[in-house]
């Protein structure tokens, strides 16, 4: 239920009625002339209740801090060396899957840089299908990504799997990333929350986006607004010749509903290297406010994930023709 | 199975090896140098036959005849007003969902036209989920709809649902249309494949890249090879915000396997008009060979998917961008 | 919207307001006391209508002629040997995939019948998914079909892949199937609605339980109302180990919605012959009306689907267990 | 890849081989005569190797630890009072979907332990999937949990949402549950691994059967066994009457690969209670295990999933006929 407040009400009966709602019990969510109560449908309003209320919504949407309801301007992220959202804003994140070793993160941050990237990504600690596979080097990683992005005066995104590591990740990153495996692992949800380090929610396999909007809700909840969201493939009935389903009608859907911006990920979502560039060109096209890319020089060697990454040419090439259609559409407004 | 044959080899041999697999029974499939047979995976050759073997593969590709192994170079469709396939040509589809009475069509053919559509689509027989629902104008739509291309200087496009109509619906079209929900409908398929009309093929919605694949074979195997393919939204289970999960990635998979045309559908993929202008921009970009769209003058009153159609403004808009992007990817090349 | 009529209410009155719908225009379908009016949502009615109306209800259910709130009794449908729906009916129905052969099919219906089946199955006309495997004998299948059927005192059930094979199979056959990919394909219902042969509509792979349920109502709507339901499986993203996944709650949620019996196919639903007899326990113990199940003595020759057969002695062996199941849970009632 | 070694081989060499492979880097796994390296697909053998070697297999399955291959007798997890998996036992665990209160745990427990329930179930950390839900009673939930099954003679089964907990719950727990949507939280997962508390790790809404195989190694790998698989329905496109769709056929296919006691939970696969009776009955049929049931007496007012929840009557109803299929099944064996 949204309950939107008349204007110049007073305010101690709009007090009142917060009060008298949270007892219900129930979340009472104020911002600005509004009250969103998530949980509840319907109330009955005493005489001086009604004077203060304009209107009163059954349906609350999935993000009540997310919605566009609320906050009709775009949330726009600053970090050092990027700009994140926001109208003609397209923010360029690229590296390898895993932190290989300090040598190798270092080529891959000048080849991401030359590219366009000002963040550099690497996984120190990854989460994987099987516990036989390759886990990270942590601390490790996280060390050689720092260094390599500082050298080329690049922002880090890295993933971080569980809340005991957040403080940790926190000292080495300028964004944390939630894989698609963990969005809807509540408590490190919650954990990010706590912290003013922004947030790359990737959407889960099977996350709807309704789903992916209340999970942005609990990072949000916690007092952190700086909140990206990553389209990065849905698990279909068809994977034979891609590993997951490119949802791209998600990026113009998510932007209709929520404020935060809206990234791609188009390697996972093909998981073949031959298929990202023209995802990459169909991620630009559909709106998306940026986009985040795997690289590798030696994909065949690579610690994870070789099959989906880039070589540096083809990662150039593609670069360049992302940007070319950025360009061509920001002169369509 | 397939058998790369030598250049030059004794036809004779090659004549008793065809004759001694067919009589297996196999059907045997001769491209060229090439010999596919579908649903055998080995077979132990004399040594004769063996002379004139280069080479055995063991897997067939789920299209014999539509497969880049035999043919590496496109397929190109011709039809009076349009060019469909091939580098560099995008192919503009349009008009409305149902043909709903002589005047309406004429209308929007008009629209089409002026957004540079070449082929006017619009429905004459419609594939319902309700049998309550219209059914569409049957003879009458089609001459109508003839007409208002003709006068447009257009190709017309529009659906066969059974074979018994294949006869009449040939006399007013250029391009059958095969529904998602007819897209295994085998002897429909097997009925068009053995007209010369041209075939649009749409992916089921819970057809695999193979399934579509396979169900072309079905059309070409008739001896009809002018087929294009319909990427048009799959069911998945996100389909709150959007009708379908529109899959891109589908265009460069089949492209990458076919040498058909594979275009694409934005309107039924998200069933929302508002959705559809960005992913016919991703449409485009993704690499596909032209689009369909739906258009109406007055949405909330069509005969069939108001919501997902442009209104004239907005298709206008929207081609004059496409055409922007494939030109501008044009210059890549 | 449907709309309950008093009891006792003036027709004259009542064949007005029809006809005032009517012209709308609007299918209006009478049962008893109720008027379904499907693709209508709500009316303003007069004061001598609002005399004859006893409630106006929005929603009109998926399938009206279908529907448990018109019709609450089960729809029994009687062969010579069969007795499909109902309380305490259960009917099996076996055979192989493809009637091979006069001397096959005669042998696997001895199996049949001495499994309990009363109902032989066998596809003289099959829908491959590749235009090069086995496509069915044709009449002759259905001949041998039909003298296997006899001589063992059992009904036939066969499928019909499109509307210009009705009146020949319909020679043949007690009970028409309509198979999976053609769940949709509205000619061919609209074409067995009209004949009264009774009719085993299966669900499609991604057909919804309302998919379903309307598409019965194609073939309700002609007149013929002696229809199953099947549920065999549908399309999901886990494939490695099942062909499909199977939807049992689905038994339930039909026969609540819907007054037609409801059957499983755990043949097509699983794929693999060693998960058939768990899925046939778990199938009549999910309450459905009866079974249909593939059995060849040879699968590894079979000339379609053997890996789901089931051979003689695993057939006699579930069938057993399955009656068992069903005669317990008659106990509870 | 697995490698095979010949009995009675020479212990030294088969040292060796694990520490070359153990160096390339790769994980080496040995059960009784069993190698089982999971990255690896392929080795070069010396002379010496070769030897103490009678075959290599190149694919290794999802689950080293938990598959039939190395151990083909049933995992049988013993508890205070329940004994879950292995032939002829069926494990019935029953209770609120949340603790709401000291009391109304000690009713349920009540009614639980009635039905012929062994583990109580009731989750005082709830994984919501909005912030704004009930998220359970925390520590206090966990008491009464604990106080009411030991008042009863029940082992407690309840969920643990972060690694943070473990050490916590373990105190109050008799069985981790590890809910759907943290079946890829692998730092959860390497958590439980390393105490000796039997898990139920429930099948993720995306979660093919590998990747639950999978999940279990995490468990498996940290050396706790006790593992229960819990098959609880998929995300799949049809949503509208039930939750979920409940892929029975994970059963057979789970019980084929792994010794783990595979069991399922009818609540959550289909999210209506008047469904769940039948799912049951199915449920039990396909051979799993044991049950896990929501219960509630007055499901409107449950803090969560109420609709879902059996009422005490319906429930008791409901086991009875349950274990009836049970010991129909037991008499086949």
């Known amino acids: 239920m949204i309950i939107q407040l008349k204007t110049n009400a007073d305010e101690q009966i709009i007090a009142g009625l917060i009060a008298r709602l949270e007892a219900t019990p129930a979340t009472v969510i104020r911002i600005k002339n509004h009250l969103a109560i998530p949980e509840v449908k319907t109330t009955e309003l005493s005489a001086a209740e009604a004077g203060v209320v304009a209107e009163v919504i059954e349906k609350t949407p999935a993000a009540v801090l997310g919605s566009r309801l609320f906050q009709p301007e775009d ?23 895993s932190v290989e070793s300090e040598e190798h993160v270092r080529k891959m941050a000048k080849v991401a840089k030359a590219g366009g990237a000002t ?46 590591h957040v403080d940790l990740i926190a000292k080495y990153t300028d964004v944390f990333q939630i894989g698609a495996r963990n969005m809807q692992n509540f408590s490190l949800l919650k954990a990010v929350g706590k912290t003013n380090v922004p947030v790359a929610l990737k959407r889960g396999l099977a996350g709807t986006v309704d789903d992916l909007l209340n999970a942005s809700e609990y990072i949000a909840a916690g007092g952190n607004h700086q909140i990206m969201l990553l389209e990065r ?8 010749y891609t590993r997951n389903t490119f949802d791209l009608a998600a990026v113009p859907v998510l932007q209709k509903l929520s404020h935060y911006p809206v990234l791609v990920d188009p390697s996972h979502a093909v998981g073949e290297w031959d298929l990202v560039t023209p995802m990459a060109h169909a991620g630009v096209a559909s709106g998306a406010s940026g986009m985040i890319v795997e690289i590798h020089d030696d994909p065949e060697h690579a610690f994870s994930d070789g099959p989906q990454a880039l070589k540096p040419d083809t990662y150039l090439k593609m670069t360049e023709q992302v940007y070319a259609i950025r360009q061509l559409m920001d002169s369509w407004e």
Do not use: W
């Open 233 to 240: 493939g849905i698990r279909t009935f068809d994977n034979k």
């Open 119 to 164: 963040l550099l990504r690497g996984g120190a600690y990854k989460p994987r299908t099987s516990p036989y596979s390759f886990q990270g080097l942590g601390e490790d990683g996280l060390k050689y990504l720092r260094e390599a992005a500082d050298e080329n005066g690049m922002d880090v995104i890295t993933e971080v799997m569980d809340e005991t």
């Open 75 to 97: 949330t726009i992220i600053k970090l050092p060396h990027s700009v994140i959202g926001g109208k003609g804003n397209f923010t360029m994140m690229a590296g390898p899957c």
